[in-house]
């Protein structure tokens, strides 16, 4: 990824551990290695980390400017997610890719799987632009 859209982490997506490693028109992905603070009560990640890991790769897939010096930025108006597997691995790798929209939303869809290629969950969104580049 060119250094020069390289954000810095917000604070929620810092303190759960998500990085930008990727980022170009339409697409994302969003790495995060898993730690004991993930889990649920069962020992498994909580389902929303899923949920937080897909929302955040479509909403970036869907921000592309090509600028680094102009951000746009979105409100996530709708969230799917449909839970697939188990991990195997210790590493969550979120894909999003806008698939279409306007001048005002955008949709996307995304995938979660692990280091190990399992594909653990798949989500799809309605995003609308925030008014306003920063």
């Not at 954000?7 to 759960?16: D, G, I, N, Q, V």
């Not at 991990?87 to 692990?114: Q, S, V």
Request: with cysteine.
């Amino acid at each position: 990824m060119d250094e020069r859209f390289r954000e810095k982490s917000y604070p929620f997506a810092s303190h759960l551990g998500m990085e930008l490693v990727d980022w170009s028109e339409g697409y994302a992905r969003i790495e995060m290695a898993l730690q004991p603070f993930h889990d649920n009560r069962h020992g498994s990640p909580h389902g929303g980390i899923h949920a937080a890991l897909l929302d955040t790769a479509m909403g970036y897939a869907g921000c592309w400017t090509g600028d680094p010096d102009k951000r746009q930025l979105c409100l996530t108006l709708s969230l799917n997610t449909q839970y697939i597997s188990r991990p195997r691995g210790r590493m969550f790798i979120a894909e999003g890719f806008k698939t279409g929209g306007g001048l005002m939303t955008f949709f996307a869809d995304g995938t979660l799987l692990d280091e190990t290629g399992e594909v653990l969950a798949k989500g799809s969104g309605v995003f609308r632009y925030r008014r306003g580049r920063v």
